[in-house]
């Protein structure tokens, strides 16, 4: 079936069957048995990540609710398997430990990262280290410890693209994780390039709407199986309630991230010929982000815009502004931002579905002022 109609249907396919339009949502944190011999057996198969396609016991183990969000991106992606975390980074630090236990602890990054992505490759926190390369130097700087080679394309907040093909040839044996956030599978999917781990922020796009958080790797279901035994010992596993409006949210994606570029596309092509703006930052895929680089005071057009939001975060339904040097991206090193292209004059928008003539006025005022 088309893309459109899995993003409607995933994860509800049996609906019917069960004889309800709306999908179930399952708030219970424990799950009564009557045998308790059954259940402990059943227990220790699913510490070991895998699922045995029985009840849940623990809401702290699984969710039938958050299981069929997993279903539905992990099919939208191309995917085995989902894992969803209660965050975007909860999701990203899974995959860090990941590569600790598995004795990989070496990280090769392609810079740019959203900040707090970048802050926690280069901590050192979860026991990684890291090896900073431009996609062509990934080859060089795998080691055999290397346990993931990570990159988003387009990158928070510059909009760079890379070729997934290409890096994954690079990366060879070491799983390639790709952030999907920006692009979503309506624009790519990265396992058709090679990739092997595919993550999203499901608080942005694949909500759309700002009032939900939560986070996604689509996978292989070996690597899910490693996901599931952290986030049973880690407890950071989605809240229902989040996974349900998640699951909602990927049955309008198409139609909102191709509105939304449609409007990105004409304000870029509109902001490229704005005195007040120097450069244009949009990528070839398309999609809702639009970056520019400003000659004037980049937080004085913050201020001065009334329609777009001055906040962090993307992809809500309504459109966003905000400063990655002074926000998103602060806590990175200024040295590094330099390095990773994220200039102090860089302004990153997060475009809705308002009516572009509108946008485009707000915006425009707001450079003038500043």
Request: include cysteine.
């Amino acid at each position: 079936m088309a893309f459109d109609t899995r993003a409607i249907h995933a994860g509800r396919d049996d609906l019917v069957d069960l004889g309800v339009h709306a999908i179930p949502l399952d708030m219970s944190t424990t799950y009564p048995a009557r045998d308790s011999s059954a259940e402990a057996a059943r227990l220790d198969v699913l510490a070991t990540g895998e699922m045995d396609g029985g009840l849940p016991i623990y809401g702290r183990v699984s969710n039938p609710t958050v299981a069929r969000f997993e279903t539905a991106l992990a099919e939208l992606e191309g995917c085995e398997a989902g894992v969803a975390f209660a965050s975007g980074m909860a999701a990203l630090s899974a995959c860090l430990l990941a590569a600790v236990v598995q004795g990989k602890p070496h990280v090769v990054a392609v810079r740019p990262l959203y900040g707090t992505t970048d802050h926690l490759v280069a901590s050192g926190l979860l026991g990684n280290f890291v090896t900073w390369a431009s996609p062509d130097e990934v080859a060089q700087a795998v080691r055999p410890d290397t346990g993931l080679v990570i990159v988003e394309s387009p990158a928070n907040p510059t909009l760079t693209e890379v070729d997934i093909a290409r890096l994954a040839v690079a990366a060879g044996d070491v799983p390639l994780l790709v952030d999907n956030t920006f692009a979503t599978p309506v624009l790519q999917r990265p396992v058709e390039h090679g990739a092997r781990i595919v993550l999203h922020s499901a608080t942005k796009f694949l909500g759309g709407h700002g009032d939900v958080m939560g986070g996604i790797i689509a996978c292989d279901e070996q690597y899910a199986r490693t996901l599931r035994q952290l986030r049973f010992v880690t407890g950071g596993i989605l809240h229902p309630m989040a996974g349900y409006l998640l699951l909602r949210g990927l049955s309008t994606l198409p139609i909102r991230i191709r509105e939304a570029s449609a409007n990105a596309s004409e304000l870029a092509d509109r902001l490229r010929d704005h005195p007040k703006v120097g450069s244009v930052h949009y990528p070839k895929i398309g999609g809702a982000l639009v970056s520019i680089e400003v000659d004037g005071d980049p937080l004085a057009v913050v201020s001065a815009v009334r329609l777009f939001t001055p906040a962090v975060s993307l992809g809500s339904v309504d459109s966003l502004i905000q400063h990655p040097g002074s926000l998103t991206h602060r806590i990175m090193e200024p040295e590094d931002r330099q390095v990773a292209g994220i200039s102090d004059h860089l302004l990153r928008l997060s475009v809705g579905l308002e009516d572009v003539e509108d946008l485009w006025q707000d915006i425009d005022q707001a450079l003038q002022k500043a």
